[in-house]
């Protein structure tokens, strides 16, 4: 497992932009592929973008296609979210995921962050 520290949400209008980090320790975040999760307070947890060790492959959630950029900078061992054109059901604690494979850190990865909150107000 790697440790993974989330930074950069906070409260926005619509229609603006937001960039969220994710710093990890140790020398193996290469190796990883990683994710972005969000959750809204009683509702489960949902995949919104994922980035292959080496970044040539990538998905997103249909929700966010188009406005949501996720990269990577291995030899800086961060991920990066960036949201634009943002809308109030964006609004969520936004968590940074890590695995070894693809379609799990799609789908059930096994290290988390402890998550940042972003609102956007309307």
């Known amino acids: 497992q790697v440790q993974l520290v989330e930074s950069g949400g906070g409260l926005v209008q619509a229609g603006g932009s937001l960039r969220l980090s994710c710093a990890t320790s140790?020398?193996?975040?290469?190796?990883?592929?990683m994710g972005w999760f969000r959750q809204v307070s009683g509702k489960e947890r949902e995949f919104v973008a994922a980035?292959?060790?080496?970044?040539?492959?990538?998905s997103y959630s249909d929700s966010v296609k188009g406005r949501f950029t996720i990269s990577r900078d291995n030899a800086k061992n961060t991920v990066a979210l960036q949201m634009n054109s943002l809308k109030p059901e964006d609004t969520a604690v936004y968590y940074c995921?890590?695995?070894?494979?693809?379609?799990?850190?799609?789908?059930?990865?096994?290290?988390w962050g402890q998550g940042t909150q972003v609102t956007v107000s309307s």
């Open positions: 995921a890590a695995d070894l494979a693809f379609w799990t850190v799609v789908r059930r990865p096994s290290s």
């Open positions: 140790g020398r193996t975040f290469s190796s990883y592929a």
């Open positions: 980035i292959s060790w080496g970044g040539s492959r990538t």
